[in-house]
C-alpha cells in the first residue's frame, strides 16, 4: 500500500505545533509556572526550537501517515479519523509514557497536568490541519 501524504499539511500542523507551544508556554498563559516549577531559563531555550521544529516534523508526519493507514482501512470522514488517530495516540503513547516518567521523577502533579495537556492540545491542533488538508488523489 502506498501512503499519501500532504506535504502542505504537514508543514502547517508543525507550525501549528510551535504556536500552541509558544502560546501555552508564554509567561502570560502557563510559562511562568511551568519555568518556576521546571527550574527553565527562558533565555536558555532559544537552542532547543530549532530541535523542536524537527520533533514537531516527526511527530506531523507520523500522524499524517497513520491518518491514512487508518482511514484506508475503515474509511469514514478524514477530518475524524485524524482527529481519532491523535487521541488514541496521545492516550496510548504520550499520555501514559509522559506520566511514568514523572512517577519515578517525582515531578509535581501540576508540571504533569500542563506537559500532558499541552500534548494533547497539541495533537489535537495538528490534527485538525492534517485532518481538513486530505491529501491529493484520494
Known amino acids: 500500500m502506498e501512503i499519501v501524504i500532504n506535504a502542505g499539511a504537514v508543514a502547517a500542523a508543525v507550525a501549528v505545533a510551535m504556536l500552541i507551544g509558544a502560546i501555552w508556554y508564554s509567561p502570560r ?4 509556572y511551568w519555568m518556576s ?3 527553565v531559563d527562558p533565555d536558555d531555550t532559544h537552542s532547543a526550537v530549532a530541535l523542536t521544529v524537527v520533533f514537531a516534523a ?6 499524517a501517515a497513520t491518518t491514512y493507514i487508518v482511514w484506508k482501512g475503515f474509511g469514514g470522514s478524514f477530518l475524524a479519523v485524524s482527529v481519532g488517530v491523535a487521541t488514541v ?3 496510548a503513547f504520550t499520555a501514559s ?7 519515578f521523577e517525582n515531578r509535581a502533579p ?3 497536568a500542563l506537559n500532558v495537556a499541552n500534548e494533547l492540545v497539541t495533537l ?14 484520494i
Open 89 to 91: 495516540a496521545w492516550a
Open 29 to 32: 498563559v502557563f510559562g511562568r
Open 110 to 112: 501540576g508540571m504533569v
Open 124 to 137: 489535537l491542533g495538528m490534527s485538525l490541519v492534517i485532518g481538513a488538508w486530505v491529501p491529493a488523489g
Open 58 to 63: 516527526v511527530t506531523a508526519t507520523g500522524l
Open 37 to 39: 516549577v521546571s527550574g
Open 97 to 103: 509514557r509522559m506520566m511514568t516518567h514523572y512517577l
